[in-house]
Structures are given as C-alpha cells and as structure tokens.
C-alpha cells in the first residue's frame, strides 16, 4: 500500500528541547516536503527536498531544519521549539510538481510547545 | 506570484442538498489545480485534479468541478451532500515552475441532518 508515515502522531514538549518527527515513503517518490497547518491559512510548506541531498526552504523555514540522507525518508527537525512553532505538520510526497502531480500526505503529527 | 483564495471559511449545509465551495486562484503561467479533502484527524487526500483538457473534471465521493480560465476559478460541487462529507476541504494550485503546491486556507464544510 502506497503511504507516506509520520511519527509521532502527537507530541507535547517543552521550550528548547530539540525534536525530531520522522516521514518515510515507500513510492520512491523524489519530492517530498514538509508543511504546517494552521487554522485560517491553510497548509504553509516549510522545506521541501526535489532528491537526496537536495533540499529548499518553502515558505515558513525559520526554526526549522530537515534532512535528506535516503530517498524515503526526509526528518523534521527542531533544533529549539518555541510556543509559535505549536501547529498540525503534514510530510508529503509526490512527483516532482509541475508534472501529473498527485501529493501524498502522511497523517500528520499534531506539536504543543509549552 | 500564484495564490488561492477559498471565498468561504465554512459551509453548512443539510444532507442531501447540494454545495459549492469555492476557489478562485491567481497565476500569470498554466497551473495545475487539485482538490483536497482533510476528515476529521486524518491526512489530506486527493479528490480530483485539473491538468488540461476538459474543463469538468469528476472526482471520487461524486464530487466534481470546473475549471474557468477567464474567471481563474476551480469551484467544487457536489449535487446531493452526505453526513459523510463533513470533512475540511483544501484547493491548490502548483506548476509555472514552482515547486510546490500552494493551498488556500480551506473550507471546512458542516452537512447537518
């Protein structure tokens, strides 16, 4: 079954304490991204990576770092949490965009900074 | 620069009525234009797709929609809702030589018994 997988689905931690949420693929797809959902604006993309090695800052990259070591996997990283980084983080994957693109969502992971 | 609009925030609806939710997008390059239906605690997932030709284009849960040009609109519809269907419901747009997908800030639609 063709999915994309996030851990963890919840996570509450505190100021400053780094974190990582992990996305794995299995589709072999080349572009993967990662966005946060907040409530009135929509989905925002923080990084996204067009292959391994290869990654990009989106639109909202600031306190937030990623990794691309492996094709399936592409690690959200935050390095010192803060309050305003609290959101609903969706990976996805897909072909590249600009060609028959379908996006591929994990089931998000749901982040409280206290 | 592309953007979306979502002109609605939220919908509600009876069941069995039928709803339009609506996107107008702006580009000055051929886009593509997708659909997304986000259920409560769960990922986004597909329902339809605009990438050329036919300007209806049909999707799964019996929505579709329609792609106008002159008007930059993509609004969805479907004919007769379900409890079911309460669900937020995303449009995006990507291509143009942009690597991503760029969404509007959704409409989160309520089908009322």
């Known amino acids: 079954e063709a999915q994309v997988t996030q851990n963890p689905r919840y996570l509450i931690t505190v100021t400053g304490k780094k974190l990582t949420v992990t996305c794995s693929q299995n589709m072999n797809h080349e572009y993967m991204s990662w966005y946060r959902q907040d409530p009135g604006l929509g989905l925002r993309q923080i990084y996204y990576?067009?292959?391994?090695?290869?990654?990009d800052k989106g639109d909202v990259p600031e306190g937030y770092k990623v990794s691309r070591k492996e094709k399936r996997n592409f690690p959200l990283i935050l390095e010192s949490p803060s309050p305003n980084q609290t959101s609903l983080y969706f990976c996805?994957?897909?072909?590249?965009?600009?060609?028959?693109?379908?996006?591929?969502f994990g089931q998000g992971t749901r982040l409280t900074v206290v | 620069a592309q953007s979306v609009t979502q002109l609605d925030s939220q919908v509600p609806v009876f069941e069995e009525a039928p709803v339009e939710l609506r996107c107008n997008y702006s580009s000055s390059v051929s886009v593509y234009l997708f659909w997304y239906v986000q259920y409560p605690n769960q990922g986004l997932q597909l329902l339809l797709k605009y990438l050329s030709g036919s300007t209806l284009v049909k999707g799964i849960n019996g929505f579709e929609a329609e792609f106008n040009k002159s008007q930059t609109s993509f609004h969805l519809r479907k004919p007769s809702v379900h409890i079911s269907d309460t669900a937020e419901y995303f449009c995006a747009v990507s291509g143009g030589g942009y690597n991503k997908l760029i969404f509007g800030a959704g409409t989160r639609l309520a089908v009322h018994p």
């Open positions: 996805a994957s897909s072909l590249p965009p600009g060609e028959d693109t379908e996006a591929f």
């Open positions: 990576s067009m292959n391994v090695e290869v990654t």
